[in-house]
């Protein structure tokens, strides 16, 4: 009788010991691996849950429910341009220049946009809602080699306006430089400020409207499509949208209840007269 009490027990903790060392392999190698690669590869990594884990987290996944609607979103016409051939060091950019600005928005002083993330300095930024006329916006994940927010979708185009440089010009070019969107005029919505451990900055937000196709700046958006503004509160509920953008959402959804066409924003800001002033970005980017 002992003997076979013995065997149990031993069995037990052979079968728990195994099991162990099983699972800690699982979590150490094999699934750390995957994550790698899907990061490497600049999608979101094999993990649990919904929306678990801390913004920017390669071990997130979307809940089923929102990978399908994902996986179902419209991508017509959006490709991914030619990465661009790495410049020789003898002809390596200078670092980009910021300006530290104040709280009424003057500057203070230039610095290098390492420094101003280091220090989590103020600075200009635009975000761009780009819409679509029949009623769908664009929504693209970050790169996870981005500064800030690697990883996570935003509904805008957005950018650091580098020093001697101005909203709407910053606007224009990022728009071209990310989704190779050049001609379409922008429009100036609403202006907000935020801040956070990660940035510090005066937002002016704008919408241009735009019809044609797309090409994604590999170096910095790894994924989009055009999705509804529901969509867009899924992803908000999993914690995948950049929070300075989350911010700028709910304003805009605020001071432009209902509006989903640019043609509704102008409405709406005619009716409060102030009508929407188109700004040509011809004078930058070009017509493309």
Not at 77 to 91: F, K
Not at 92 to 115: F, H, K, M, N, W
Not at 163 to 177: I, P
Request: proline share 6%.
């Amino acid at each position: 009788m002992m003997r076979e009490l013995y065997l149990a027990g031993f069995y037990l903790w052979l079968g728990f010991t195994v099991g162990y060392f099983f699972r800690k392999w699982m979590e150490t190698g094999f699934l750390s691996r995957l994550a790698a690669e899907r990061r490497d590869a600049g999608q979101p990594a094999g993990g649990t849950g919904s929306g678990g884990g801390e913004p920017g987290d390669p071990a997130w996944r979307p809940s089923p429910a929102l990978a399908d609607l994902l996986a179902a979103a419209d991508r017509v016409g959006v490709t991914r341009a030619v990465a661009g051939t790495p410049a020789a060091p003898a002809a390596a950019a200078p670092e980009e220049q910021v300006d530290e600005i104040d709280e009424q928005g003057a500057t203070l002083r230039t610095v290098s946009r390492r420094e101003m993330r280091r220090s989590n300095l103020l600075h200009r930024v635009t975000a761009t809602f780009v819409l679509r006329p029949d009623g769908r916006l664009f929504m693209q994940q970050r790169t996870w080699s981005k500064d800030a927010y690697p990883g996570l979708f935003d509904v805008v185009v957005g950018g650091t306006v580098t020093s001697g440089e101005g909203y709407a010009e910053n606007a224009c070019r990022e728009l071209a430089e990310e989704l190779a969107v050049r001609g379409a005029p922008v429009h100036l919505l609403f202006q907000h400020r935020y801040q956070d451990a990660t940035t510090n900055s005066i937002i002016q937000v704008f919408a241009c409207e735009h019809a044609g196709p797309v090409a994604l700046q590999p170096e910095e958006v790894a994924d989009g499509c055009w999705v509804t503004p529901e969509l867009v509160e899924r992803v908000i509920a999993e914690g995948r949208l950049c929070p300075d953008s989350s911010q700028g959402w709910r304003q805009y959804r605020e001071r432009f209840p209902g509006a989903r066409t640019l043609a509704d924003l102008g409405r709406l800001a005619e009716a409060r007269g102030a009508p929407l002033a188109p700004i040509s970005c011809a004078e930058w980017v070009g017509a493309g």
